[in-house]
């Protein structure tokens, strides 16, 4: 028995040394991920209207586009962690109030940080969901909208990595928007509102954040009721319920011309079997 612990600490202290010198390996390689810059992006005009039409379409698009669900219903951000493992990390306060982004932030500021993921200072939003995708027309309106909100006075610690935080982009688990987008790429055409496969398409890219692309197979057997239902109630056709109140607040606020269209665009979708 003595000798059989003896080797089984030998074993596991020997397995603690691996995976400690792994990470101080992997550590320096995943600091220069999360610190890479992107200087020199050629930043596109973007019309930027400001009439109320325009204002409402762009506080519809930052509800389902998801920029709410991290920076707030006000969108005077949060802090999305504390930990002294992972770090600190701050939605931004994208308000003219104290703590926020809106007071120096130009339109071609707007344009890089939604359309590139990249800040002023050159280096990657982190955390940023990818909106490379979004059209020049939606993403003017986004602007339009993000530039008269009220002003939030609301102030976060500075972003800070924890031990733990570099590790992730090391070994593929973080990877920030900003790296993977071709910044020299065309923009898609402002797609016509309606339900139709093509309007449907577009607006898919804020579902494949989460689900992926091969998201017709998920809907075998729905009707365009239950789908519809289920996007803005939370509850699937058996009545299991399959998400969180953040749901409710985004999706839930699609119309149904939205959701017809996502409807038509995933039941075009080849099987994947």
Known sequence: MKKFMKWTGILLG???GLTLLAGLALYPVGLRKLNRTYPGIQVEAVNIPSDPDTIDRGEHIA??????????????GMLLSDDPLLGTIPASNLTSGDGGIAG???DADWVRAIRHGVKPNSRAA????DYSTMSDQDLGALIAYLKQIPPVDAEYPAM???PILPIAPAIGLLTPAAEGIDHNASHPADPAPGATVAYGKYLSTICAECHGTSLGDKLKGWEQKDFIRAIQTAVRPDGES????AHLKTFSQMNDTELSALWLYFQSLPSQE
């Open 14 to 16: 020997g397995l603690i």
């Open 63 to 76: 509800i389902i586009w998801k920029c709410t669900t991290c920076h707030g219903e006000d969108l005077s």
């Open 104 to 106: 120096s932030y130009i």
């Open 126 to 129: 982190l955390f940023m969901y």
């Open 160 to 162: 800070r990595y924890g």
């Open 242 to 245: 399959f998400s969180s109140s």
